[in-house]
């Protein structure tokens, strides 16, 4: 038996690969994408191990090119999700009791494969299938993802060393117990990292999945189950499960062994899980641990003293429109003294009038697809509405076009209406809506940057006047779960600024720090008395 204690040092973060034309990376990452170009591949329910073909299925095509299909799933009915939630509970039997440094070995292979022999895989495979460049699928389903296993176990062994004092004569230890059932990780399609860390923290915690990915990605998350399998994580501890979100989470919350939510998406799917699980309440071995993180209108605020307009401009071009502008925490609306409003919107059109939209292939294109159809026409209708407005215009792009591939060009929206709709609405589009303010009006606009919309993902303030940006992130302390000075609001690296907002924004449980790791254990505490005593008098009474 393996009696070492040993150490998970803080790592350092995985470093993002420049891809030049000819580096090894580059030559590595063509290949693959060829390779994925020209496969159809036939992705399985993955239950227990074992590949289960429906025979119900749907397509997975790449939304740049929405002709060409790239795989082709089998959906999940009731009777598989039955079947997974058997196979966890199965697999819970041993995982829950592996030693976790056990886990923590697979979970850091998986980072070592990734690292290496997978990273073109899943680059290529998050390039195609959700339309991103190679600089956004690199951050994301590399490093990040790699971030997350490598932070998390790190975190993991300061999780586990939290231990109580001993009193005299007894020992009082923590055992960090995994949750009695199963966890069901519904992710979305926008970041190949999410949908990792929202099944493997979990599991690295002892726990086992049902795992819910997102139609919408599901080839690069077919990929991950691979290499989950590659780095040796047993049979049934995740189990795959593409399909309706509503039947899988409808099923999973009616199972007495329903232990808890890992979700991240939108506001209202989340508010549905939550609900179906307080309907269920009854049922289930105890109280279910409930993780979401979901929708932001993630903002920029500026302050009069901000006399770096270029910069200013850069963290809202690449804020908004970066994979665009579908990260959560997406700038969506910024709020511009009027003085500087004038030379912001000159550097945003000439960035905007230098960038190429278009496939992944070609590397000289910034800006890619919205994901998917539905995404596109509900942009459309945004876009028709600010066109028939009268207290708005479009100012910067505005063309959208679904012929080939579904792209929206990035677009910047100016109003003279702080409650403009799309001041107000998360889009989840390349769209940046500006309200230009009066600049002797700086605490009423603040003011309104707090209460225009329900949510507290991300926002960011820019500004010279170091006691002015004090006070205004003071003002705006419940606005945002990750906030920025003089920064964009998008970005966010594992460790360095753990994730996560509040408000109507999710439960702020924080992926990428330890927090969140706490969130999928039961703590059991055991005090061992050393000589039990045999007395029941109190001394004053002998
Ligand atoms: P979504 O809510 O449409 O889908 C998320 C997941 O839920 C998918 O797997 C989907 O299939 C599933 N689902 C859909 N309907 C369901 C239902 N009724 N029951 C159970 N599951 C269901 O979100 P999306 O389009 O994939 O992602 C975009 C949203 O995610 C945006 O609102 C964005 O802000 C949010 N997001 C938030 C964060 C964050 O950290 N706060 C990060 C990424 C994305």
Not at 18 to 29: C, F, H, N, T, V
């Amino acid at each position: 038996m393996n009696n070492a204690i040993i150490n998970f040092p803080e790592p350092q973060n995985e470093p993002v690969k420049a891809y030049l034309a000819g580096s090894p990376e580059r030559e590595a990452l063509d290949a693959e994408l060829n390779r994925q170009f020209n496969t159809e591949v036939e992705i399985p329910v993955i239950i227990g191990g074992k590949e289960i073909y429906t025979g119900d299925t749907g397509k997975v095509v790449c939304p740049h090119d929405h002709k060409h299909v790239l795989a082709t799933y089998h959906k999940a009915g009731e009777k598989e999700v039955e079947m997974a939630i058997e196979a966890a509970m199965e697999a819970h039997k041993i995982w829950s009791k592996t030693p976790w440094t056990t886990r923590a070995a697979i979970a850091l292979k998986m980072a070592e494969l990734l690292a290496t022999k997978y990273r073109p895989v899943l680059n290529a495979a998050t390039m195609l299938g959700q339309s991103k460049n190679i600089y956004q699928a690199e951050i994301d389903s590399a490093c990040e993802t790699i971030d997350f296993f490598r932070f998390n176990v790190h975190f993991a062994s300061k999780i586990y060393g939290m231990q109580p004092k001993n009193g005299v004569g007894n020992i009082n230890h923590t055992e960090f117990r995994p949750l009695e059932g199963f966890v069901l990780a519904v992710t979305p399609f926008n970041f190949t990292s999410i949908a990792s860390n929202l099944c493997m923290t979990p599991v690295l915690m002892g726990n086992v999945c049902l795992w819910k990915p997102s139609t919408t990605a599901t080839l690069s998350n077919y990929y991950l189950m691979k290499l989950y399998k590659e780095a040796g994580l047993p049979d049934g501890v995740i189990n795959f499960l593409p399909g309706s979100g509503a039947m899988i989470g409808k099923v999973a919350t009616s199972s007495k062994y329903f232990s808890g939510i890992h979700f991240t998406g939108s506001t209202t799917t989340f508010n549905s899980l939550w609900r179906q699980a307080g309907e269920n309440l009854g049922k289930y071995i105890g109280y279910p641990r409930i993780v979401g993180e979901t929708g932001g209108k993630d903002f920029i605020f500026v302050h009069p003293s901000a006399d770096d307009v270029k910069a200013v401009a850069t963290a809202a071009f690449c804020g908004a429109f970066e994979f665009q502008g579908q990260k959560c925490s997406a700038a969506s609306r910024m709020y511009v003294p009027k003085s500087l409003w004038p030379e912001v919107l000159e550097w945003i059109k000439k960035f905007a009038s230098e960038v190429k939209m278009g496939g992944v292939m070609d590397p000289h294109n910034f800006i890619n697809a919205v994901i998917d159809e539905a995404s596109w026409d509900n942009i459309n209708s945004y876009l028709d509405y600010a066109e028939k407005s009268s207290d708005a215009e479009i100012v910067v792009g505005g063309k959208r076009d679904k012929t080939v591939g579904y792209f929206v060009e990035p677009t910047v929206i100016v109003t003279t209406n702080p409650h403009f709709k799309t001041m107000e609405e998360e889009i989840f589009a390349p769209v940046l809506t500006v309200y230009p303010y009066d600049d002797d009006k700086v605490d009423e606009t603040v003011e309104l940057c707090d209460t225009t919309s329900p949510y507290g993902l991300t926002g960011a303030v820019f500004g010279k006047d170091r006691l002015a940006v004090e006070k205004i992130s003071d003002d705006l302390r419940y606005a945002a779960g990750n906030f920025y000075i003089n920064d964009k609001p998008t970005g966010a690296v594992v460790g360095n600024q753990p994730f996560g907002g509040a408000r109507a924004s999710g439960t702020d449980d924080k992926a990428g720090g330890e927090f969140n790791l706490i969130r999928w254990v039961i703590p059991r505490v055991v005090k061992e008395t050393l000589v039990s005593p045999t007395d029941y008098r109190y001394s004053y009474m002998k």
